[in-house]
């Protein structure tokens, strides 16, 4: 019988907590491994993992590649993996190598088998696949059915067409259909952070809005504590209520620390859109049980009749080069915007083609707008990007830019040797391929069966004697 | 009472994506005192913090969450995350501009 099986016939809820353990917000930059085996040594019944976002930008959902390193995600994989067939409860990882298309979920996956075989592991693995295919977007974009989240424009049937991966955000109604299946791990895409620990616990019976409220909080294992961390974190769920308790002793989950977390990355602090509804937190209740455990209780969910859908899509828009320098003479920073455009229509002379410059002027507003009186009188840093089609083209730019900019004359100027100072050479490095987002948007109406494939995989082979 | 600057009342000031699209700030007070002050303050009221974000007034939706002594703001992003031309893509460090607003 796999893990998944034995607790869904033999927990109920009545018989006590449900020991819920997050092992980790963003799988892959290192699980705190002491405050996870204080957690294993309480003997939960449920294992979850994050391992991805859209936070880090459309690049990897994009590229189809990982944002964390691949040596440490696996160091992380191994990690669980070993704790949850060791236990053998069951193991539940969302948003598969970051973004959660078919590549991450694929190369999660092969990590997962290559842990196995080298482990001796043998069990059961489900997958569920969050993909979206150009045409079924587009048959909504032509239906009506998309609605942007916040400031999005409803794209161009070409723009759906040009996304290299398009993902839903799977829920708990999704995650109940693969975890109906015989399972000891889940995997899966693109997945709502709360899904992942959330599923379980409702299919038990504990009541969905402390499910989700509870998920909400643990997603990122010990952010909620002060001083605020990266351990795992263990929620005790029963029916009327769940207690928080970070594995680090040191991070404590205290009623002031949770009911700020609740408020982490959220548009609205009291109605959290879920697929299948509203979780309510107006009526929260956070209570000290000592000075390390907080407990909370009084949240409300409000369903609706049928699950939405999230959607992100990335696509290509050319290939960045990115040039680095600094500026200390005050008479160029007096007048780096201006110089910078007379640069770039020279370099538009010299190189053709439909290449962009984007400059980003650190110690002059680069990160937020900051009036000309405040702009840094001692130095400023230049990230400058160049996108074009292709790389040659991109690269071209940002060389022919470097070395204008480092011999521009303008009024005023003494440094006449070079306007620039380079941290090391080449200071103009090709980042590969840029994307942006296309896609964020609800998709209403969709068919979550047809979208979200559900797979069930053997992992290790059996032993012959 | 003299004027403070919001750094010297609130406990956190922070921001962060809530999606590519939208930016949500957090202020945090130590006791009801001190969140009263910053709620009642004009220098703080949406449309003023949408002046100072050189956003649309309107544009800025304000909670008043007094049980935790906490303020939300959430706001469009000027582009959306990762756009050529973004300088935060996490939305992570556009809380300073509020830290001088004087209560």
């Not at chain 1, 201006?338 to 002379?349: C, T, Y």
């Not at chain 1, 507003?365 to 990230?383: F, S, T, W, Y």
């Given at each position: 019988m796999t893990a998944c099986e034995r607790l869904l016939r033999t927990h109920r809820p009545a018989d006590g907590p449900l020991r819920v353990l997050a092992a980790s917000g963003q799988l892959g930059y290192g699980i705190p491994a002491d405050a996870l085996e204080r957690g294993l040594q309480r003997r939960p019944h449920v294992i979850g993992c994050d391992m991805g976002s859209i936070d880090p930008g459309p690049h990897y959902l994009g590229s189809g590649t990982m944002a964390a390193p691949a040596a440490m995600v696996r160091r992380d994989l191994e990690l669980v993996l070993a704790a949850a067939r060791a236990l053998d409860i069951p193991l539940v990882i969302g948003s598969a190598g970051t973004a959660g298309a078919a590549p991450h979920l694929d190369a999660t996956v092969a990590l997962i088998r290559s842990i196995a075989q080298e482990k001796g592991l043998q069990f059961r693995l489900t997958t569920v696949h969050s993909d979206l295919q150009a045409e079924q977007v587009l048959e909504a974009l032509a239906d009506g059915q998309l609605d942007p989240i916040g400031p999005m424009p409803l794209p161009t049937p070409d723009e759906v067409r040009e996304c290299s991966h398009i993902v839903g955000q799977c829920g708990t109604e999704t995650l109940a259909r693969a975890l109906q299946t015989p399972t000891d791990v889940l995997v899966a895409g693109r997945a709502c952070d709360t899904a992942i620990f959330a599923t379980l616990p409702e299919m038990l019976g504990y009541p969905t809005a402390l499910c989700l409220h509870m998920a909400k909080i643990v997603e990122c294992t010990s952010l909620c504590c002060r001083p605020a961390g990266r351990d795992a974190m263990l929620a005790e769920l029963d029916m009327e209520g769940f207690t928080l308790e970070s594995m680090n002793p040191l991070a404590h989950a205290t009623p002031a620390s949770v009911a700020a977390h609740a408020l982490y990355e959220q548009a609205d602090p009291l109605e959290v859109d879920e697929p299948t509804g509203t979780l309510l937190l107006r009526d929260a209740r956070y209570e000290a049980l000592d000075g390390h455990r907080t407990r909370v209780s009084g949240a409300g969910f409000r369903p609706r009749a049928q699950p939405t859908l999230k959607i992100e899509g990335a696509a290509p828009i050319g290939a960045r080069c990115v040039l680095l320098a600094g500026v200390a003479d005050p008479t160029l920073l007096a007048c780096l915007p201006?110089?910078?455009?007379?640069?770039?229509?020279?370099?538009?002379?010299l190189v053709p083609g439909a290449w962009s410059v984007h400059s980003h002027i650190?110690?002059?507003?680069?990160?937020?707008?900051?009036?000309?009186?405040?702009?840094?009188?001692?130095?400023?840093?230049?990230?400058?990007e160049f996108l074009a089609p292709d790389a040659a083209l991109s690269r071209t730019a940002a060389g022919v830019f470097k070395q204008n900019l480092l011999h521009h004359g303008y009024p005023g100027r003494v440094s006449t040797a070079g306007n620039l100072a380079f941290a090391f050479t080449p200071s103009e490095i090709d980042a590969g391929t840029a994307y942006r987002f296309v896609l964020y948007h609800v998709m209403r109406d969709a068919c979550l069966g047809d979208i979200f494939q559900v797979r069930s995989h053997m992992i290790g082979t059996p032993s012959l004697h | 009472m003299s004027a403070t600057p919001l750094s010297a009342l609130a406990q956190v000031v922070r921001s962060k994506n809530a999606g590519p699209t939208l930016l949500t700030i957090d202020l945090f007070f130590e006791d009801a005192q001190a969140y009263a002050r910053a709620a009642g303050s004009t220098h703080l009221a949406p449309d003023a913090v949408a002046v100072l974000y050189q956003r649309d007034p309107g544009d800025v939706q304000r909670y008043l969450l007094p049980s935790i002594h906490a303020i939300k703001y959430t706001m469009p992003r000027r582009i959306?995350?990762?756009?050529?031309?973004?300088?935060d893509v996490y939305g992570a460090q556009q809380h300073a501009a509020l830290l001088g607003v004087l209560l």
């Open positions: 201006q110089v910078l455009a007379a640069v770039e229509d020279k370099v538009r002379q650190y110690g002059q507003g680069a990160v937020a707008p900051l009036p000309d009186a405040r702009h840094g009188q001692h130095e400023a840093g230049l990230v400058i | 959306c995350a990762g756009d050529p031309g973004d300088g």
